[in-house]
């Protein structure tokens, strides 16, 4: 699962509410994502991460959404299917936005 959050600090409170959305559905990997690259009170952050791993066997990735896409598309040899699957996934998606849905538009007409 992915959750983004948009210039918002993630925080424990973030990381307890997902938690909640998460325990509805099997997961193995949650991320937390955010466009603002800020972690408040990381020790205790990374302890509740440490207990959700332990309780549930999921692992929580909290960090910044840009310093993530950088790391993790770089490992890709070809960004097309990756590109391919979320256009498909923003078109299907019911939890996607109107909003969401028509900014995703207009960043992929800029080209």
Request: glycine letters at 2%; aromatic letters at 10%.
């Amino acid at each position: 699962m992915v959750e983004v959050k948009h210039n918002i600090a993630l925080s424990l409170a973030l990381v307890n509410d997902s938690y909640e959305k998460m325990q509805k559905s099997i997961v193995g990997t949650y991320y937390l994502l955010s466009t603002k690259n800020e972690i408040k009170d990381q020790s205790r952050v990374t302890a509740r991460l440490i207990e959700i791993r332990q309780q549930s066997g999921c692992q929580m990735i909290v960090n910044g959404l840009f310093e993530t896409l950088k790391y993790y598309l770089r490992l890709l040899q070809d960004t097309k299917y990756f590109i391919d699957s979320h256009v498909e996934l923003v078109e299907k998606d019911p939890a996607v936005s109107y909003e969401l849905k028509k900014q995703w538009d207009s960043i992929t007409k800029m080209n």
